[in-house]
């Protein structure tokens, strides 16, 4: 039997990420957990990223997280999901400006609400980006199987991921200008969006992490 | 193509029952929550927003509850509002499964909430919702406890506030139309989506599908919210979303 680690560093809500899999698989035992022996045991590990990023890193370190949560990105079929995919850059723009774990290149930067308007209709975009939006998948991957082209997935964000490795860039979407939706990088996948939250697509990405080997 | 404008089916839950009430004051009764929640997933909801409009702290709990259950079956996300006081309220519905709280009669008695609440659990799940009331020509004043009490609170001046305080989204009813069937307030929509940086709900009086085009493109909305033309089969979602594609809007199909 399958075990996902879910990472649960205490700032919110993730009891949608976990109900959403156990939907997807059924025969997998799926732990919400902050506990390093934990991720270390999981065949899988999830992390999804809660609050803000400055609260994210710093909960990473005050928790020892941070050295299993990194041996696991490095190890076994690895998924980010909103926060959880900013973390994986050198950098992000939120709080002052926050170091993060360096494991993708490049950073993440606040939309620049001021500056941008919607094309179609002239007004002003509004931030966060919330909704449903397209994502352009740049390369085949195991995560994208059975999930048509452009299909929509459920977004909010105020600041989004700017990627320096074209190589690392699985999908894209835009508002207002392109940026890195959906990310890969060997045993890692990490998308923008909620899975959780994108019914038949997200669903489907979720199932197709369940049974992905990591390659 | 880019993001698109969304229906938000609109569900006033009362002891764990769908209820709808015509301006504000008479109640039919229209199902299981949970049950009708998945069927707008089926049809293509956007999102679902459950309003609590019950006092007693015994029907909260049949709340948390319903929103459990909704969380373990209906993969899209999930506002909830009515009674929501307390950072620990908030905790409460998000940990049950919520995705955003929609805050409206604390925020007005104590706009601190609404910041400290976002900058606990983030500007994405905090919502404040207004009860509008027009008072005189393009001025409309913030009414709370269900619409019974005056704040003399200006709707715009405090839709951005309540953005400077953290919310992420409005969720901005008419009192004047809900219920009604005669469609959004199209100028007090429009008032509060030009006057604010975050995305705006537009609530209270839809009979048609026109009108939630009108709400987008006249509007502004980003998204739009309905109750009764959904509850009592009228018109699916999927409807709602085809008449707004042929009208040019983006939307999920």
């Known amino acids: 039997m399958s075990t996902v680690a879910v990472i649960d560093y205490g700032m919110g809500n993730l009891r949608s990420v976990c109900k959403a899999i156990e939907h997807v698989a059924p025969g997998a035992r799926v732990r919400l957990t902050a506990e390093a022996a934990d ?38 079929p690895f998924l980010g999901i909103c926060l959880g995919l900013q973390a994986l850059y050198d950098f992000s723009e939120e709080g002052g400006g926050t170091p993060c774990l360096s494991l993708l290149a490049g950073a993440v930067k606040r939309f620049p609400s001021e500056k941008m308007t919607d094309a179609a209709s002239g ?69 923008q969006f909620h899975p959780e939250k994108s019914q038949r697509a997200g669903l489907r990405l979720l199932e197709n992490f369940v049974s992905w080997n990591g390659n | 193509m880019g993001l698109a404008k969304r229906i938000i089916p609109c569900l006033d839950v009362d002891n764990g029952r769908v209820v709808k009430g015509v301006r504000f004051v008479e109640i039919r009764d229209a199902g299981d929550p949970v049950e009708i929640a998945r069927r707008y997933d089926e049809q293509g909801a956007d999102e679902i927003t459950f309003l609590d409009i019950t006092a007693s702290s015994d029907n909260r709990e049949t709340m948390v509850h319903v929103v459990e259950a909704m969380a373990s079956e209906v993969f899209i996300p999930l506002t909830v509002g009515g009674g929501i006081r307390k ?49 005189g020509p393009d001025r409309w004043e913030v009414f709370t406890h269900g619409g019974r009490k005056a704040t003399g609170l200006d709707a715009v001046a405090w ?76 018109y699916t979602v999927g409807q709602a979303k085809q008449r707004m594609a042929a009208a040019g809007i983006e939307v999920r199909l």
């Open chain 2, 87 to 135: 950072v620990e309220d908030v905790r409460r519905m998000l940990n049950a499964g919520a995705d955003k709280v929609a805050i409206n009669t604390a925020a007005v008695s104590r706009p601190e909430f609404v910041k400290e609440a976002s900058d606990h659990f983030g500007s994405q799940c905090i919502v404040v919702a207004i009860d509008a009331k027009q008072v």
């Open chain 1, 39 to 76: 991720i270390r045991h999981a065949d899988r590990v999830v992390f999804p990223g809660q609050g803000a990023i400055g609260g994210c890193m710093a909960a990473l370190g005050a928790n020892r997280l941070r050295e299993s949560l990194l041996e696991a990105m490095k190890t076994k």
């Open chain 2, 159 to 234: 839709a951005r506030q309540m953005t400077d305080f953290g919310a992420g989204e409005i969720l901005l009813t008419s009192m004047d139309r809900d219920g009604t069937r005669d469609g959004f307030d199209l100028r007090l929509t429009r008032a509060v989506c030009d006057a604010v940086s975050v995305p705006v709900i537009a609530s209270g009086g839809v009979g048609n599908l026109d009108h939630l085009v009108a709400g987008i493109r006249e509007g502004h909305a980003d998204a739009v919210l309905a109750a009764s033309i959904f509850h009592f089969g009228e």
């Open chain 1, 123 to 191: 007004l002003p975009l509004k931030v966060p980006h919330m909704g449903w939006n397209q994502v352009r998948q740049t390369v085949p991957h195991p995560l994208w199987q059975g999930i048509p082209q452009d299909s929509r997935f459920y977004f909010v964000h105020s600041y989004y991921a700017d990627s320096a490795d074209a190589r690392d860039v699985a999908g894209e979407t835009e508002y207002a200008l392109r940026f890195t939706s959906a990310a890969a990088h060997e045993n890692i996948f990490a998308v």
